[in-house]
């Protein structure tokens, strides 16, 4: 069965440090997604990549870094962390082909305390 | 743009009884058209999508949904609700045209409660 593994479920950070969140999808897709998901305001893209070593700033990027050293692996980083950036991370891949939907992590559940 | 509205924060319905969750969308050109769920906690799972043919689609779960270009709308059905239907679910729009890239722009979501 094709997934998106997300390295963790539950994270508590604190204010300031650095923070990073893993996303590896074993299914050869081109394209990855960092969403974040709050109560109300549904999903909001943060970042996505078309390709290795490829980003493209999605809707709401401040805050945020990401990296594609790799076809199968799209990290999110949280450069200092904050309060506002307390959430649910969703990860996503594609395929090109813009017939297929997204295929989804299971989430991390992030906590800055 | 794109754009994809829930008018419906919350729907309830009981148990047995059919369920509809409302989805409109903005798009310039032919829409591709999703529908995701999400249980508590989870990540978003895929039910079904519109790409082309018939405007009546099936999914899992014995879920289905009625394309209706005039209406711009991807309403969600189920002739029976389960309790075991309750979640969050998520309408999504992609448009054709490379320069819309692969992205999906989603709804804000409705949340369905299916009362015993």
Known sequence: ?113 | AQSVAQPEDQVNVAEGNPLTVKCTYSVSGNPYLFWYVQYPNRGLQFLLKYITGDNLVKGSYGFEAEFNKSQTSFHLKKPSALVSDSALYFCAVRALGMEYGNKLVFGAGTILRVKS
Not at chain 1, 15 to 41: A, I, S
Not at chain 1, 50 to 71: A, F, L, N, Q, T
């Open chain 1, 1 to 113: 069965d094709v997934k998106v593994t997300q390295s963790s479920r539950y994270l508590v950070k604190r204010t300031g440090e650095k923070v990073f969140l893993e996303c590896v999808q074993d299914m050869d897709h081109e394209n990855m997604f960092w969403y974040r998901q709050d109560p109300g305001l549904g999903l909001r893209l943060i970042y996505f990549s078309y390709d290795v070593k490829m980003k493209e700033k999605g809707d709401i990027p401040e805050g945020y870094s990401v990296s594609r050293e790799k076809k199968e692996r799209f990290s999110l980083i949280l450069e200092s962390a904050s309060t506002n950036q307390t959430s649910m991370y969703l990860c996503a891949s594609t395929p090109d082909r813009v017939i297929y939907g997204y295929t989804f992590g299971s989430g991390t559940r992030l906590t800055v305390v």
